[in-house]
């Protein structure tokens, strides 16, 4: 079975740019989540989805940061402009039956140095 | 937020010995979950434990959880230098969103 793919596996830009990260979950799960990860910390959820629809996006500075999944399979996260705080590994998940009832898949993440 | 706090944040062991981490939590919890990653890794998903469970295994690996002190522990038993990692808890509350919030973690360090 294929794992969660993430691309690019890393990205350098300046402040101020703009950067997309994109995600292909395991075929036939309908929950995906994006977490943030600064080093030496655990991962924060940004945004989860079910399906095309967001459940939770309450910690996604939504000021910069934007995602979307079209037709409930592939996701992109994006950033713009970036801020120099915005650097971290971006992890994208996926989940078959939810928290509740299973575990969570992750890709090996993208990682972001903003300088 | 972070719901889980690890303890310690970090261990360094040798080989054959046992290593024990521990995940203190906030609020009542609907399942909690133990990952491990790899530096440079994603997270790996090692086992759930449900809040009316005390106690699972998978292999040498040992997961209690005891709801009236909020608290956790994850047991490897004949440690490995291919256990290094970090060690990550994470809850799901009770009744609440279906969001997964981890703690800090534990970087653990196996010495051949």
């Known amino acids: 079975e294929a794992g969660v793919a993430q691309s690019p596996r890393y990205k350098i830009i300046e402040k101020r740019q703009s950067v997309a990260f994109w995600c292909n979950p395991i075929?036939?799960?309908?929950?995906l989540y994006w977490y943030q990860q600064i080093l030496g910390q655990g991962p924060k959820l940004l945004i989860q989805?079910?399906?095309?629809?967001?459940?939770?996006d309450s910690q996604l500075p939504k000021d910069r940061f934007s995602a979307e999944r079209l037709k409930g399979v592939d996701s992109t996260l994006k950033i713009q402009p970036a801020k120099l705080e915005d650097s971290a590994v971006y992890l994208c998940?996926?989940?078959?039956?939810?928290?509740?009832?299973?575990?969570?898949?992750f890709g090996e993440g993208s990682r972001l140095t903003v300088l | 937020s972070q719901q889980g706090e690890e303890d310690p944040q970090a261990l360094s062991i040798q080989e054959g010995e046992n290593a024990t981490m521990n995940c203190s939590y906030k609020?009542?919890?609907?399942?909690l979950q133990w990952y491990r990653q790899n530096s440079g890794r994603g997270l790996v998903h090692l086992i759930l434990?449900?809040?009316?469970?005390r106690e699972k295994h998978s292999g040498r690996l040992r997961v209690t959880l005891d709801t009236s002190k909020k608290s956790s522990s994850l047991l490897i038993t004949a440690s490995r230098a291919a256990d290094t990692a970090s060690y990550f808890c994470?809850?799901?509350?009770?009744?609440?969103?279906?969001?997964?919030?981890f703690g800090k973690g534990t970087k653990l360090t196996v010495n051949p």
């Open positions: 998940a996926s989940s078959l039956a939810g928290t509740r009832n299973g575990e969570l898949f």
């Open positions: 075929s036939g799960h309908a929950t």
């Open positions: 989805f079910q399906n095309n629809g967001v459940v939770d």
């Open positions: 609020t009542s919890i609907n399942n």
């Open positions: 434990i449900r809040s009316n469970e």
């Open positions: 994470a809850t799901v509350t009770q009744g609440g969103s279906e969001k997964l919030v």
